[in-house]
């Protein structure tokens, strides 16, 4: 059964850091882009990144929203994704979820989610 | 970066109708588009991938179509439990990109 968990998420200060971590099991990690979309209390989804495989160089792309403050990384030997948060705002306050992703448009993009984590940036 | 213009932003339906959704894309984004459902304090649910593959388990009365710049969502003979919002996402030029969503409601 594939799972995907989310972990880390809590009260933080503005201009702290936070690391998430996804960890997920059931499947081919090792295969899988990991993504990480959130959603602002009240508000619509929003990709915030992603990390490519290593077959596809373990590379990252970010969201203009948080490109400079946030780094995503993978452990491919724990199949774990992590979202290291840093100068965090108070808009980045949302609930976080994890998602994986292939190449191409096939049915193996965004099809399992973790169940998010709560991430509140406030002082 | 890719706008994606979801519309309408809220509907009112009643169990029974046939709803559609539409999603605009500012540049062509191929079929590299996929459909989610939202209920209230639930995880995203995907519904279609690619543009118009129905996700496996999800019933038929889901149908999505289109390609290029406008793509569409259709729920035909809505049922009580359909009511939720919906997303679009495409996922063909970073920054990936959602639609607005499109709140669907009992009338």
């Known amino acids: 059964e594939v799972q995907l968990v989310e972990s880390g998420g809590g009260l933080e200060q503005p201009g702290r850091s936070l690391r998430l971590s996804c960890t997920t099991s059931?499947?081919?990690?090792?295969?899988?882009?990991m993504n990480w979309v959130r959603q602002a209390p009240g508000k619509g989804l929003e990709w915030a990144g992603f990390?490519?495989?290593?077959?596809?160089?373990?590379?990252?792309e970010y969201a203009a929203s948080v490109k400079g403050r946030f780094i995503i990384s993978r452990d491919d030997s724990k199949s774990i994704a992590y979202l290291q948060m840093n100068s965090l705002k108070t808009e980045d306050t949302a609930v976080y979820y994890c998602?994986?992703?292939?190449?191409?448009?096939?049915?193996?993009?965004?099809?399992?989610w973790g169940q998010g984590t709560l991430v509140t940036v406030s002082s | 970066d890719i706008q994606m213009t979801q519309s309408p932003s809220a509907m009112s339906a009643s169990v029974g109708d046939r709803v559609t959704i539409t999603c605009r894309a500012s540049?062509?984004?191929?079929?590299?588009l996929a459909w989610f459902q939202q209920k209230p304090g639930k995880v995203p649910k995907r519904l279609i991938y690619?543009?118009?593959s129905l996700q496996s388990g999800v019933p038929s009365r889901f149908s999505g179509s289109g390609s290029g710049t406008e793509f569409t969502l259709t729920i035909s003979n809505l049922q009580p439990e359909d009511f939720a919002t919906y997303y679009c996402?495409?996922?063909?030029?970073?920054?990936?990109?959602f639609g607005q969503g499109t709140k669907v409601e009992i009338k």
């Open positions: 540049q062509g984004i191929n079929n590299y």
């Open positions: 996402l495409q996922h063909d030029t970073y920054p990936w990109t």
């Open positions: 998602t994986r992703s292939r190449a191409a448009a096939g049915p193996d993009n965004f099809d399992y």
């Open positions: 990390i490519r495989s290593k077959a596809y160089g373990g590379t990252a």
């Open positions: 690619g543009s118009s």
């Open positions: 059931g499947f081919s990690f090792d295969d899988y882009a």
